[in-house]
């Protein structure tokens, strides 16, 4: 872990953008799951006291924890999973939506989802899990619009 900031991009489409990228660089899936594990290792540092039932997001089979703040001009996430490919989808999540304005996190599908063919190899568990991340996000943004 490391302290890298979100954004990494000027906007999420451009984050859309670079994903997809990367992604297109790997030949089959099994790269592409070692890519998204190396992704969560590079998540910023998240504080042991965060991980709490306050801050447990719920709806994943694995420990999920996700921390809002910030006003409808920037809403930042901090977050984290015990497990390895889950904390690259978590990456993934933050580098699209975290340190964005309300409105453009709501004017913003995750298409990168389907443009990596993420949704056609994940098991319905995680596909949950990663719903339920985006819905709390979504959520988040909402109530800050």
Not at 23 to 29: E, H, K, L, P
Not at 52 to 77: A, T, Y
Request: aromatic share 10%; glycine share 6%; net charge negative.
């Amino acid at each position: 872990m490391n302290d890298l900031a979100f954004p990494l991009e000027p906007t999420a489409a451009e984050a859309q953008t670079a994903i997809a990228e990367e992604f297109a660089f790997f030949s089959d899936w099994s790269e592409r799951y070692q890519y998204l594990i190396d992704l969560g290792r590079k998540l910023p540092t998240f504080p042991e006291a965060w991980k709490s039932e306050e801050h447990r997001l719920h709806g994943c089979q694995s420990m999920v924890w996700i921390v809002p703040s910030g006003d409808g001009n920037k809403l930042d996430f901090a977050a984290i999973s015990d497990s390895a490919i889950v904390s690259g989808l978590v990456f993934l999540a933050l580098r699209v939506y975290s340190g964005r304005p309300a409105a453009e996190i709501l004017a913003t599908e995750p298409d990168y989802i389907a443009a990596i063919g993420l949704a056609k190899h994940l098991s319905p568990t995680r596909s949950n899990g990663l719903a339920a991340l985006l819905g709390f996000i979504r959520e988040q943004a909402q109530r800050a619009a």
